[in-house]
């Protein structure tokens, strides 16, 4: 298994899986099969692709630890800017082909609709953890700072989900179950940490890590 994960060629063919869903709707596209309404197709699509990369990006670290599999940590970035790069053919749609570039319209729009406002919110939270995802960023920012930015993807699927959620109106089935992912993965998350809290203070109370002449 170990080979199969470090292996350049499986970080190859993952890529090009992850590509499969834009090309699907690129194939779509020039061959009419993108129904009545084209732009709805896309921004649905692209809508669901950003939430499961996201979902998928936010399992890896569970993954890893439960099936003792640190190699799976060499996907995580790709996959974080997978999430990122449907959610920019997603916002790009809705700039684009929805609203035309007229900014004074999508500022309207993102006061005025809820689930655009709370979309827009977690592009916002997504653009800092893209820009530093690359090693250069982590040297500068420092483990320990770089980190604590880039827990920031929970908040964003937070975002997503409840995007989602008031999006949707009557049939709320799908977004549960993304809020029910999202949801396990955090507390899966703060159990991992509040443990990892414990143990650390639990070593610093013990005898190991006390002085050598405790002051009477
Ligand atoms: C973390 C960020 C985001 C996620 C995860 C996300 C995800 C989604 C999902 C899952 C849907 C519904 C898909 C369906 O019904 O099958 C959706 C719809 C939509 N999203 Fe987003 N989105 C995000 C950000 C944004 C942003 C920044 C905008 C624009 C400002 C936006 C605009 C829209 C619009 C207009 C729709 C409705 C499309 C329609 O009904 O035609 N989204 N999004």
């Known amino acids: 298994m ?9 970080k190859v063919a993952v890529f090009f899986i992850c590509l499969i869903p ?9 061959n009419h099969g993108l129904g009545a309404n084209p732009v709805e197709f896309i921004q649905l699509t692209t809508g669901d692709w950003t939430l499961r990369f996201l979902v998928i990006t936010l399992s890896i670290t ?3 630890k439960m099936l003792n599999l640190p190699d799976l940590i060499r996907f995580r970035r790709m996959l974080g800017l ?10 790009l749609t809705y700039l684009f ?3 035309s ?5 999508i500022w309207k729009d993102i006061a005025k609709r809820p689930f655009i406002t709370v979309g827009f919110l977690g592009f916002l939270l997504l653009l800092p953890l893209a820009i530093t995802s690359t090693a250069g960023w982590i040297r500068r920012l420092g483990g320990k700072r770089w980190q604590m930015l880039h827990r920031a993807i929970y908040f964003a699927a937070v975002a997503g989900v ?3 959620y008031w999006k949707v109106k009557s049939d709320v089935r799908m977004p549960l179950f993304y809020g029910a ?3 396990i993965l955090l507390l899966w998350r703060l159990r991992d940490w509040f443990f990892k809290r414990r143990s650390a203070t639990g070593a610093k109370l013990s005898p190991q890590h006390a002085p050598a002449n405790p002051a009477p």
Do not use: E, M, N
């Open 62 to 64: 569970p993954f890893r």
């Open 101 to 105: 570039f007229d900014f004074a319209a």
């Open 181 to 183: 992912l999202v949801g």
């Open 97 to 99: 082909l929805d609203q």
């Open 162 to 164: 409840i995007h989602y």
């Open 82 to 91: 997978f999430a990122f790069s449907y959610l920019c053919i997603h916002f």
């Open 22 to 30: 834009l090309g699907a709707l690129v194939w779509r596209g020039f």
């Open 2 to 10: 170990r080979a199969l994960l470090t292996s350049k060629w499986t």
